[in-house]
């Protein structure tokens, strides 16, 4: 389940930083808003959601920002632990629609 | 917890032939997808299908492609006459619910290699 890419964005950071991952979506219209988590050799993993009546949501260690004027989605990650490192994914949704558009990915590298 | 499968892992074909990719959804989950992505590119949907019939495709999802149930656990994603860029990673996804909100849970993927 790998998606790796020479041109993928990375995040460095140290164990116990906080981590902010960011997205811009395309479509003003999606109304559904989802992170993924994807390691290797594994499929993509949901972590947290959020809704466009929303601007906020908060999970265990993670928050999810959502700032629908500028179509733009972050991913907060607190005290960040080895085993946070993977590749993260944004993806949106149309009410109406089954399909997840996924963005393109950012690699998060978590050094001890 | 409960969790989509899929086989083969790795798959190796050579071009013009005939591969199906396996999968076996959550046991009570009613809608299934199919999504690949190709090496450093993004995951791109291909198709839903519920109650035995596709509800949903993407313009990558043409002819060369079909989709089954054959049974009451399986899921299968069937290309014919494979071409070198269908060479990618292949996930199956299920949802107990469709629509926004609802969770897709996503498999382990087949790689598929295309020679």
């Known amino acids: 389940g790998e998606s790796v890419g020479l041109h993928l964005p990375t995040l460095s950071v140290q164990e116990g930083d906080n981590s902010i991952i960011n997205c811009a979506y395309s479509?003003?219209?999606?109304?559904?808003f989802i992170w993924y988590k994807q390691e290797s050799g594994k499929g993509p993993q949901f972590i947290i959601d959020i809704r466009s009546n929303m601007d906020k949501r908060q999970g265990q260690r993670v928050t999810v920002l959502l700032n629908k004027t500028v179509k733009h989605l972050s991913l907060q990650i607190a005290a960040t632990q080895p085993g946070d490192s993977a590749v993260y994914f944004c993806?949106?949704?149309?009410?109406?629609?089954?399909?997840?558009?996924f963005g393109t990915g950012t690699r998060l590298l978590v050094s001890p | 917890e409960p969790e989509v499968t899929q086989t083969p892992s790795h798959q190796v074909t050579q071009m013009g032939q005939e591969v199906i990719l396996r999968c076996v959804p959550i046991s009570n989950h009613l809608y299934f997808y199919w999504y690949r992505q190709i090496l450093g590119q993004k995951v791109e949907f291909l198709v839903s299908f519920y109650n035995n019939e596709i509800s949903e495709k993407s313009e990558i999802f043409d002819d060369q492609f079909s989709v089954e149930r054959p049974d009451g656990s399986n899921f299968t994603l069937k290309i014919r006459s494979t071409k070198l860029e269908d060479s990618a990673m292949y996930f199956c996804?299920?949802?107990?619910?469709?629509?926004?909100?609802?969770?897709?849970?996503f498999g382990p993927g087949t790689r598929l290699t295309v020679t």
């Open positions: 996804a299920s949802s107990e619910f469709t629509g926004t909100s609802y969770e897709q849970y």
């Open positions: 993806a949106e949704q149309l009410t109406g629609f089954q399909k997840l558009v």
């Open positions: 479509n003003s219209a999606s109304d559904y």
